[in-house]
């Protein structure tokens, strides 16, 4: 009896003992309030392609959903804006993707001319790669991001995270999918315009998701749809014909727009992609697949941070058909707005308010179109390239010069013949005769030399440093001409149809203003004056994942970050 109550005694006083240091232990790790994720549970990058930074400030009363939120409960950077010449979609999402410019990443246009080959290269064009498309499509060709010179932040978080990290990007163009997701990824879905596929390349996995999504939605059962106004006439700003305005085959320049191809024919041709490209189903198409992306691979479940990307090609197409100044363009806009507040509530549902992170901008601007710009009195128009280079081969005639001593000129880039600019850099007066024949064109602002924007050169001008921001070595020309402002570069032969609709590619900041928005995890709502770029998208989305970038010429947008005050 007295063994048993001692040992009674002594197994009561080791419990109590046992139990009073436990509750210290307790009272010394309880943290002051309930630990939050450390990390987003997604990341979601969204690219409006060709968006320009004022349509929020314009349009957002025609709002009601995913970009009203946005704009609302999210971080608004009012002032974002590519700092460099070359704004187009590759660069513009090569540099959303890796928070550097293209002088680091080395994506210089959607195309530039090989030296080597003397033929153009689309920025993702890979010969060791074949696509491959969905659903028994057909296509061709390969890309990659195998020219892409830094790792996508969505590389960096599967490899830094130890490969968990899911990594999905859409888009309607290669160059966007491709870049947005990186050297390899889970997926990267984009769509074959020529042949109406969803397409993938070798680096990526075939998703048995997408292929029977596309199987049980083809595009083609868009055809016969009509895109009509959205909104009561009277919410719509400017004329319901745009001055200048384009056209989309087969569309005249006014609403309602029928997607019935070439001749409304019955059959979907080749006029039918390119109608449903510039339309807003093409939006909804890939709203809805990255929706059964994250259905289908539990984007958000998987312990680490996954990571989608959509980039939404049609604002672009339009833009380029009907002008920042059109119906066309207020009513897309309505209409990817209903599609985002249709995502966000998607990934409210599945992933959890407050436990993604998105990030909204765009890759480029846009210029009005030089014919409705005239309407103001300031001079405005369209640059001949051919013209522009009959004028320089001209000037080089009483020099003694291989002809033709132009292989390429396109956009802003000008490439000699093979060994024909080594000569002209030892030959002063012939090089006098091709700048001065280059810089008194009419609607020419400047023109610089390659080596006038290698890396380490001093800019004499806002316009000369973002042309140094954009040179990269080897794949950029030898002359880069720079149209003046409101003025756009057209390569129509002479005596052909002239340019309607508009274009973007220029250091003018209609072309390199856009959007940029943070909302959900992490962040701090507001709007935001500073100066800043799509460069500091990603390193903002590594500080908030803990991943380190290894070259970044963006910076951490750091007072949209949540402040947590030190314990
Ligand atoms: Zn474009």
């Known amino acids: 009896m007295w063994r048993m109550q001692r040992t009674a005694l002594v197994v009561a006083a080791i419990v109590l003992a046992a139990s009073l240091s436990f509750a210290q232990a307790q009272k010394r790790s309880t943290p002051k309030k309930a ?47 590519y700092p460099y010449a070359t704004t187009e979609t590759c660069v513009g999402h090569a540099t959303i993707s890796t928070g550097a410019f293209p002088a680091s990443h080395g994506m210089v246009a959607n195309a530039w001319w090989d030296r080597n080959s003397q033929k153009l290269l689309p920025c993702t064009s890979d010969p060791n790669v074949k696509n491959s498309a969905y659903a028994g499509g057909t296509t061709k060709g390969g890309d990659s991001a195998w020219r892409m010179n830094i790792p996508a932040f969505a590389e960096e978080l ?36 020529g042949t109406g596929a969803w397409v993938t390349s070798a680096p990526y996995a075939i998703m048995p998701f997408v292929d029977d999504f596309v199987s049980k939605h083809p595009v083609t059962g868009d055809y016969g749809k009509t895109w009509s106004l959205s909104l009561p006439q009277d919410h719509y700003l400017y004329d319901e014909n745009a001055t200048g305005a384009g056209t989309v085959e087969g569309w005249s320049t006014t609403f309602p727009h029928a997607l019935r191809g070439k001749e409304a024919g019955g059959a ?85 308010k407050e436990r993604y992170v998105v990030a909204l901008t765009a890759d480029h601007g846009v210029a009005p179109i030089p014919a409705d710009m005239q309407k103001t009195g300031f001079d405005a128009g369209v640059l001949s390239l051919p013209e522009l280079q009959a004028r ?21 880039e000008l490439y000699f013949s093979q060994g024909i600019y080594g000569q002209l850099k030892q030959d002063p007066a012939a090089m006098k005769a091709v700048l001065d024949a280059a810089s008194t064109m009419p ?94 998208i990603a390193p903002t989305l590594a500080m908030l994942t803990g991943v380190t970038l290894a070259t970044r010429d963006g910076k951490v947008l750091a007072e949209a970050l949540e402040k947590h005050s030190p314990e």
């Not at 939120?69 to 974002?80: H, I, M, N, S, Y």
């Not at 289908?296 to 680490?304: E, N, R």
């Not at 080089?396 to 001593?405: D, G, I, K, Q, T």
């Not at 080897?474 to 052909?496: C, H, K, N």
């Open 35 to 81: 630990p939050a994720a450390t990390r987003p549970k997604l990341v979601v990058m969204i690219v409006v392609d060709q968006m320009r930074g004022d349509y929020v400030d314009r349009f957002r009363g025609q709002w009601q959903g995913g970009l009203k939120r946005l704009v609302e409960q999210g971080a608004w950077f009012r002032a974002a804006a």
């Open 158 to 193: 599967k490899f830094q995270t130890g490969g968990a990290t899911r990594v999905v990007t859409f888009s309607l163009k290669a160059r966007a999918a491709i870049t947005l997701a990186g050297h390899k990824a889970d997926a990267a879905t984009w769509f074959d315009a």
């Open 268 to 352: 979907p041709d080749a006029a039918f992609f390119e109608q449903w490209a510039a339309s807003p189903f093409a939006d909804t198409y890939l709203t809805t697949l990255a929706e059964t992306a994250i259905d289908s691979l539990g984007l958000g479940k998987s312990g680490a941070t996954d990571y989608l990307g959509v980039s939404y090609s049609s604002v672009d197409y339009v833009g380029h058909a009907f002008g920042p100044r059109s119906w066309e363009i207020q009513d897309i806009l309505v209409r990817l707005d209903q599609d985002l507040g249709e995502l966000f509530a998607h990934l409210d549902q599945k992933v959890g």
């Open 392 to 412: 320089i081969e001209k000037a080089l005639e009483s020099f003694n010069y291989a002809r033709p001593a132009i292989a390429h000129l396109a956009g802003n």
């Open 443 to 536: 609607g020419v602002a400047a023109v610089y030399r390659s080596e006038e924007l290698v890396d380490g050169t001093t800019p004499i001008s806002p316009n000369h440093r973002a042309a140094v921001l954009s040179y990269f070595a080897g794949r950029s020309g030898d002359l880069y001409i720079l149209q003046q402002p409101y003025w756009l570069t057209d390569s129509s032969a002479a005596g052909s149809k002239r340019h309607t609709g508009t274009g973007h590619g220029t250091p003018y900041y209609y072309d390199q203003h856009v959007p940029l928005l943070f909302m959900g995890f992490g962040i701090q709502p507001g709007e935001y004056l500073t100066g800043v770029t799509p460069a500091d």
